[in-house]
């Protein structure tokens, strides 16, 4: 291919329709229940981190972990949970 030659460049992706208003809104209002329940979630870690602590005799340093390993692993799980409904139905 020399320098000169050009190509057709890929016809660019219709943009998703909807036929009503209210169907647009069902996904956002899916995604704003996910992010609802993953900082409820948050929330309640964060009441009971002090108990936890207590309990396990661990620092500040540990319960950031504890509090970074449960985020990560409940929004993968959420993640995951979405994509296999997907998949199923």
């Given at each position: 291919?020399?320098?000169t030659e050009t190509t057709a460049a890929a016809p660019a992706a219709a943009p998703r329709t909807y036929p009503s208003l209210r169907a647009a809104w069902?996904?956002?209002a899916a995604l704003c229940l996910a992010f609802f329940v993953e900082m409820v979630d948050n929330t309640l870690l964060s009441?009971?981190?002090?108990t936890i602590g207590r309990d396990l005799g661990s620092g500040t340093?540990?319960?950031?972990w504890v509090t970074g390993a449960y985020s990560l692993t409940f929004g993968g799980l959420l993640l995951t949970a979405g994509s296999m409904a997907d998949r199923l139905g």
């Open positions: 291919m020399t320098g069902i996904p956002m009441i009971a981190l002090p340093t540990a319960l950031q």
